[in-house]
């Protein structure tokens, strides 16, 4: 008797630590410039909200920014204007801001295959690119009459650069979408931080080679750049 009572008790033990190590660990938390911040008491909210370039420079800005602003972005890669359409409700929240610095380009201009493979050969026959003009330009005036809803002041980020090489990617681009931005921001009486501007000269020095990315000493020289542009606007609160 006592050892089928052992026995029940040992398969008892081997039946729940097999559940437990089935059972999902909980989902991590953003770290890093992902990562949600505190708002410091007293100082004005900025929200900057675009993809892995603007993760790049989020720190060095939050840096040069700390006791004057509380900088927050959303705690993904913000993607495409698709995505931005779908997601900006979440980003913007119920809280009051006070500046929002925003670009959508880079993943609208990239070349998709047939089957959505991502940064496929822009020469391919097959290939289209994720976010056509029309479609962005549609997708921008969405967004921006959705920000302007929330008092914030709005900055738009040009897009920067595609360099020779990049994969999924064409040179000018960049400039193309820029442009159809432009329009829908003097649209709106939206100044312009004009990153693309001021890295068009110094791309070699800042951005990785055959990469749309940013080297740490280039994102955070423009995160001076987004700074000055942030710091414009509060200056008007």
């Given at each position: 008797m006592f050892r089928f009572f052992l026995m029940c008790s040992l398969l008892t033990c081997i039946s729940f630590t097999s559940l437990s190590a089935?059972?999902?660990?909980?989902?991590?938390?953003?770290?890093?410039?992902?990562?949600?911040?505190?708002?410091?008491e007293g100082l004005p909210r900025v929200l900057?909200?675009?993809?892995?370039i603007s993760i790049g420079y989020t720190l060095p800005v939050r840096e040069l920014l700390k006791g004057?602003?509380?900088?927050h972005r959303p705690s993904t890669n913000c993607g495409p204007t698709s995505r931005g359409v779908s997601g900006i409700d979440q980003w913007l929240g119920k809280g009051k801001w006070d500046?929002?610095?925003?670009?959508?380009?880079?993943?609208?201009?990239?070349y998709l295959g047939p089957q959505g493979q991502n940064l496929a050969d822009p020469k391919a026959a097959a290939s289209h690119q994720q976010i056509p003009p029309a479609e962005y330009e549609k997708n921008l005036q969405l967004l921006v009459k959705r920000m302007k809803k929330t008092g914030a002041r709005l900055i738009w980020c040009s897009t920067t650069p595609v360099p020779?090489?990049?994969?999924?990617?064409?040179?000018?681009?960049?400039?193309?979408?820029?442009?159809?931005?432009?329009?829908?921001?003097?649209?709106?009486?939206?100044?312009?931080?004009?990153?693309?501007?001021?890295?068009?000269?110094?791309?070699?020095?800042?951005?990785r080679p055959a990469n749309v990315h940013f080297t740490p000493e280039g994102s955070r020289m423009l995160?001076?750049?987004?700074?000055?542009?942030?710091s414009g606007q509060l200056e008007k609160k």
């Amino acid at each position: 008797m006592f050892r089928f009572f052992l026995m029940c008790s040992l398969l008892t033990c081997i039946s729940f630590t097999s559940l437990s190590a089935q059972e999902p660990k909980p989902a991590a938390k953003p770290a890093g410039p992902l990562a949600p911040i505190k708002d410091q008491e007293g100082l004005p909210r900025v929200l900057l909200i675009g993809d892995s370039i603007s993760i790049g420079y989020t720190l060095p800005v939050r840096e040069l920014l700390k006791g004057k602003a509380n900088v927050h972005r959303p705690s993904t890669n913000c993607g495409p204007t698709s995505r931005g359409v779908s997601g900006i409700d979440q980003w913007l929240g119920k809280g009051k801001w006070d500046v929002i610095h925003f670009n959508w380009g880079l993943h609208d201009l990239k070349y998709l295959g047939p089957q959505g493979q991502n940064l496929a050969d822009p020469k391919a026959a097959a290939s289209h690119q994720q976010i056509p003009p029309a479609e962005y330009e549609k997708n921008l005036q969405l967004l921006v009459k959705r920000m302007k809803k929330t008092g914030a002041r709005l900055i738009w980020c040009s897009t920067t650069p595609v360099p020779s090489g990049a994969k999924g990617r064409v040179v000018g681009d960049s400039m193309k979408y820029n442009q159809i931005a432009l329009r829908v921001m003097k649209e709106h009486d939206i100044p312009v931080d004009d990153l693309y501007g001021f890295s068009l000269g110094k791309l070699e020095k800042i951005q990785r080679p055959a990469n749309v990315h940013f080297t740490p000493e280039g994102s955070r020289m423009l995160a001076k750049e987004v700074v000055k542009a942030i710091s414009g606007q509060l200056e008007k609160k």
